[in-house]
């Protein structure tokens, strides 16, 4: 008897193509404490659309967008995900047999290979996201809040 599979939830998840094949991929909605804390690398999963058997976790070389301590982070993109399964297929896993859950680890180097260019780093903050080395200028809608001892403006929020 084979082991049942456990489909991955459709919402929140995202199709693509690689070679012919169709993959279902995404990002956990909810984070643990730990991944939250940013203790552990930003995951995704992805298995076969249709008939799914093992599932691929990806580990990036950053922390989830919404961790707690402003830790760097990216966007995952369709081009970053199907550069990850076609590696995840050439060091052996195979998406077609039911089994134990295969790994890819990113690192640094081959995050920026799978890319074709650096990762351009976000940096979590209060009201967005801040590309690193950036300041609050670039913050797309930010909030201004006057300081109370600045004459003439009587703690006014702008």
Not at 14 to 28: A, E, F
Not at 59 to 86: E, F, H, Q
Not at 94 to 120: A, I, N
Not at 126 to 147: A, F, H, N, V, Y
Request: aromatic letters at 8%; hydrophobic letters at 35%; a positive charge.
């Amino acid at each position: 008897m084979e082991a049942a599979t456990v489909a991955m939830p459709k919402k929140g998840s995202r199709l693509i193509t690689v070679d012919d094949t169709v993959y279902r991929w995404r990002v956990s909605r909810r984070p643990t404490y730990s991944r939250d804390k940013g203790w552990t690398p930003l995951t995704f999963a992805v298995e076969r659309a249709e008939q799914p058997g093992s599932v691929l976790v990806v580990s990036l070389p950053c922390a989830r967008p919404d961790n707690w301590d402003g830790k760097r982070t990216i966007v995952i993109r369709p081009v970053l995900a199907g550069r990850c399964i076609r590696r995840a297929v050439e060091q052996g896993w195979d998406s077609r047999k039911p089994g134990s859950t295969f790994t890819l680890t990113v690192s640094e180097g081959e995050l920026t290979d799978f890319l074709g260019e650096p990762p351009q780093y976000l940096i979590p903050f209060l009201w967005g996201m801040i590309p690193e080395g950036g300041g609050i200028e670039d913050l797309p809608r930010c909030t201004q809040i006057w300081s109370r001892d600045e004459p003439g403006t009587r703690g006014q929020i702008s």
